[in-house]
T-cell receptor
Framework: KAGVTQTPRYLIKTRGQQVTLSCSPI?????VSWYQQTPGQGLQFLFE???????NKGNFPGRFSGRQFSNSRSEMNVSTLELGDSALYLC???????????????FGPGTRLTVL | KNEVEQSPQNLTAQEGEFITINCSYS?????LHWLQQHPGGGIVSLFM???GKKKHGRLIATINIQEKHSSLHITASHPRDSAVYIC??????????FGEGTQLTVNP
């Protein structure tokens, strides 16, 4: 079974631009979570989607948004990029049988975003 | 004070040594993950546990819900175990709250 894939793996943008990152979960997994990792703040939860609905959201500004499609693939978007958005963005998928169940998460390789 | 704290932050060991990494949390969690991150960023989930103890090969994870404490043990450590180990509590349903990580270096 293929693992979680993320595209692109590396991205360079300039301040003020916007960016869209993509995550394809493991086949059969309906939950996708997004995380940001920076040297200063470590790993932080962005949001989680289950069956196309946002199930949980972290403490990030509205510039960070996401969505999930009917095939469980997910995208996250960051608008009006700032230098501080430079980070490794990780997604993880898990098999959740229902909206109230939570299982082990499997991580993708991440997208390294650099904002100049 | 972080909601999830790990100790030590850095750990250097000789090959073959028994290693323990500790994780304490101050929030209610439904489960706790232990994760391994190698240089380059890839994260692997080692364990998810909500009670007791789990074992995979040379790795053992324990959790004490009453004391809000978990430990990750590595027996017979090997240089390939060198990585960052991160504990993360599952809070507010589906949200993971992470510790700062423990950088482990195992020398041959």
């Amino acid at each position: 079974k293929a693992g979680v894939t993320q595209t692109p793996r590396y991205l360079i943008k300039t301040r003020g631009q916007q960016v869209t990152l993509s995550c394809s979960p493991i086949s059969g997994h309906r939950s996708v979570s997004w995380y940001q990792q920076t040297p200063g703040q470590g790993l932080q939860f962005l949001f989680e989607y289950f069956s196309e609905t946002q199930r949980n959201k972290g403490n990030f500004p509205g510039r960070f948004s996401g969505r999930q499609f009917s095939n469980s693939r997910s995208e996250m978007n960051v608008s009006t990029l700032e230098l501080g958005d430079s980070a490794l963005y990780l997604c993880a998928s898990s098999f959740s049988a229902s909206p109230s169940s939570y299982n082990e998460q499997f991580f993708g390789p991440g997208t390294r975003l650099t904002v100049l | 004070k972080n909601e999830v704290e790990q100790s030590p932050q850095n750990l250097t060991a000789q090959e073959g040594e028994f290693i323990t990494i500790n994780c304490s949390y101050s929030v209610g969690i439904s489960a706790l993950h232990w994760l391994q991150q190698h240089p380059g960023g890839g994260i692997v989930s080692l364990f998810m546990l909500s009670s007791g103890k789990k074992k995979h090969g040379r790795l053992i994870a324990t959790i004490n819900i009453q004391e809000k404490h978990s430990s990750l043990h590595i027996t017979a450590s090997h240089p390939r175990d060198s990585a960052v180990y991160i504990c993360a509590g599952l809070t507010s349903g589906s949200r993971l709250t992470f510790g700062e990580g423990t950088q482990l270096t195992v020398n041959p």
